[in-house]
T-cell receptor
Framework: KAGVTQTPRYLIKTRGQQVTLSCSPISGHRSVSWYQQTPGQGLQFLFEYFSETQRNKGNFPGRFSGRQFSNSRSEMNVSTLELGDSALYLC?????????????FGQGTRLTVV | AQSVTQLDSQVPVFEEAPVELRCNYSSSVSVYLFWYVQYPNQGLQLLLKYLSGSTLVKGINGFEAEFNKSQTSFHLRKPSVHISDTAEYFCAVISGNTPLVFGKGTRLSVIA
């Protein structure tokens, strides 16, 4: 069974640009969550989707957005990139929502904003 | 809102010595608790979880954790660590409809 797949693994973008990250969950999983990981702030929750509907949203500005497709794949978008957006972005998938068992994480997309 | 406190940001320990990584969570009626491990440039891997039942939970790689409701703690232990256990460890909690909330992490360094 394939794990959670995040693409791309690495990205370098310039301030002011926008970026789209992709996450393919484990087959059969219908819930996808996104986290931002930085050395200073640790793992911070961005948003959570189940059945194409956003179920929870973290405390991030509107520049951060996401969506989930009918095949459960998810994308997140960051517009008008800032240096502080440099981070490891992690996606997690789980069977359902609310979460009542473990979440499985992808290897992440490392975004560097220059 | 739920919160998780990992009391130690860094824990150095000699190889083959025991280790305990501490985790406390804010109280709630019903919680699920998790420990994840992260190796450099990797995602998070589940070590163990407490959903219900026995308060002593055994996980992969010889780790175990004990759920203590009265002290709102979920400390992670291993009786004898190896060099390969060097990594960052995250405690996480979920309750009701809330998303998974993580602690700040504990960096375990095993010294030969």
């Amino acid at each position: 069974k394939a794990g959670v797949t995040q693409t791309p693994r690495y990205l370098i973008k310039t301030r002011g640009q926008q970026v789209t990250l992709s996450c393919s969950p484990i087959s059969g999983h219908r819930s996808v969550s996104w986290y931002q990981q930085t050395p200073g702030q640790g793992l911070q929750f961005l948003f959570e989707y189940f059945s194409e509907t956003q179920r929870n949203k973290g405390n991030f500005p509107g520049r951060f957005s996401g969506r989930q497709f009918s095949n459960s794949r998810s994308e997140m978008n960051v517009s008008t990139l800032e240096l502080g957006d440099s981070a490891l972005y992690l996606c997690a998938s789980s069977l359902g929502w609310p979460l009542n068992t473990e979440a499985f994480f992808g290897q992440g997309t490392r975004l560097t904003v220059v | 809102a739920q919160s998780v406190t990992q009391l130690d940001s860094q824990v150095p320990v000699f190889e083959e010595a025991p280790v305990e990584l501490r985790c406390n969570y804010s109280s709630s009626v019903s919680v699920y608790l998790f420990w994840y491990v992260q190796y450099p440039n990797q995602g998070l891997q589940l070590l163990l979880k407490y959903l219900s039942g026995s308060t002593l939970v055994k996980g992969i790689n010889g780790f175990e954790a004990e759920f203590n409701k009265s002290q709102t703690s979920f400390h992670l232990r291993k009786p004898s660590v190896h060099i390969s256990d060097t990594a960052e460890y995250f405690c996480a909690v979920i309750s009701g409809n809330t998303p998974l909330v993580f602690g700040k992490g504990t960096r375990l360094s095993v010294i030969a």
